[in-house]
C-alpha cells in the first residue's frame, strides 16, 4: 500500500472509531469545505462474491461499475480495468530538474496494478491517460517495464492519451483517442459524450474530498460523480500524484482504509441512474 494511504488510515481510524461492524462513525462535528456536517454513520463497501472487500458496485443504465480502493475500476461486463493518471516517471523529471525525489515512485504504482490485474484477471486493461509524466522521465528500465507490461499483467493494454502523454509518446504503447465502450464514453479529460445516455469516464482532475475535524484536516482520494455531466472522475492512480478538492456538484465516494465510503454532501445530489 503506498505510504500516503498508510497514513490516511491511520488518521481515519483515529476519527471514526472501530471498524469490526464494517462502519466507519464520524465524528460529533465535521465540516466539509467550511460548512458543519451533521454526525452519522457510512456503510463501507458492499459484499462481493459473498466476501466483505471493500469495493462498492455502482449501477449506469445497465453498466455495472465496482469501485475499487485502490482507485481503480473493475467493469465486469467486458472484464476491464480501468484507471486513470499514473504518471510514472515523475520522480525522474524532477530530478532532472535538480529537486531530490526518491526514484521508487513507479514500484509503489505499478506493484499495485499487478496486484489487481493477479486477483481480477482482466482481459483489458485501460489507462485514460497521463501513463507517463513526461518524456525525460522514460528511463530505459521504465521503457522495458512498459513493453513488458502487456505480458506482466496477463492483459491486453490499451492507452487513451492524456496531456503528459502527448509529450511522451512511447513507441511501445501506442495512444488513442477517446472511446465508448458499452453505455460509457472514455476519455483522459472531461468531455461531453457523443450520446446522451453515454457516462463520461475520465480522469486528469485528480478528485479529491477535504475533510476538517476539530483539530485535524485531511484530504483523500474519491471517485467524483456529476450529473450534470453525466461525469464520474476516477481518483489518480500514481503514487506520486497530487489531488484537486470536489466541488459541491459532485458526489463523492472517498477512498479510505482500503475500502470506499459514500460520502454525503450539504446539498442534495442526483443518484446514479439504476438499472430497471
Not at 518524456?135 to 530505459?140: A, E, I, Q
Amino acid at each position: 500500500m503506498p505510504s500516503s494511504t498508510r497514513n490516511c488510515c491511520v488518521s481515519l481510524e483515529r476519527w471514526f472509531g472501530s471498524r469490526e461492524h464494517v462502519k466507519l462513525w464520524l465524528p460529533t462535528a465535521v465540516e466539509l469545505d467550511g460548512r458543519s456536517l451533521p454526525s452519522d454513520s457510512v456503510s463501507v463497501g458492499s459484499c462481493c462474491r459473498g466476501r466483505l472487500m471493500g469495493e462498492l458496485v455502482w449501477t449506469w443504465c445497465s453498466e455495472e461499475l465496482v469501485f475499487l480502493p485502490q482507485r481503480a475500476i473493475w467493469r465486469p461486463q467486458g472484464r476491464e480495468l480501468l484507471l486513470a493518471d499514473l504518471h510514472l516517471g515523475k520522480a525522474e523529471a524532477f530530478q532532472a530538474h535538480g529537486i531530490p525525489i526518491p526514484s521508487d515512485a513507479d514500484s509503489g504504482t505499478l506493484n499495485p496494478l499487478l496486484e489487481l490485474c493477479h486477483r481480477w484477471q482482466p482481459r483489458r486493461v485501460l489507462v485514460l491517460g497521463d501513463l507517463i509524466h513526461a518524456r525525460v522521465g522514460l528511463t530505459p528500465r521504465l521503457r522495458d517495464t512498459l513493453r513488458a507490461l502487456p505480458d506482466l499483467s496477463g492483459a491486453e493494454v490499451t492507452l487513451i492519451g492524456g496531456n503528459h502523454d502527448r509529450h511522451s509518446w512511447f513507441e511501445g504503447l501506442p495512444q488513442q483517442p477517446s472511446l465508448a465502450l458499452g453505455q460509457l464514453w472514455l476519455s483522459h479529460a472531461p468531455e461531453t459524450s457523443p450520446q446522451p445516455d453515454q457516462l463520461n469516464v475520465c480522469g486528469h482532475l485528480h478528485p479529491m474530498t477535504r475533510l476538517h475535524g476539530s483539530a485535524d484536516r485531511l484530504r483523500l482520494p474519491c471517485f467524483a460523480f456529476d450529473p450534470n455531466g453525466p461525469r464520474l472522475v476516477i481518483p489518480a492512480f500514481g503514487e506520486l500524484t497530487g489531488g484537486h478538492d470536489c466541488g459541491e456538484r459532485y458526489r463523492q465516494w472517498l477512498v479510505a482504509d482500503e475500502a470506499i465510503v459514500p460520502w454525503f454532501s450539504p446539498q442534495p445530489q442526483t443518484q446514479g441512474r439504476r438499472s430497471a
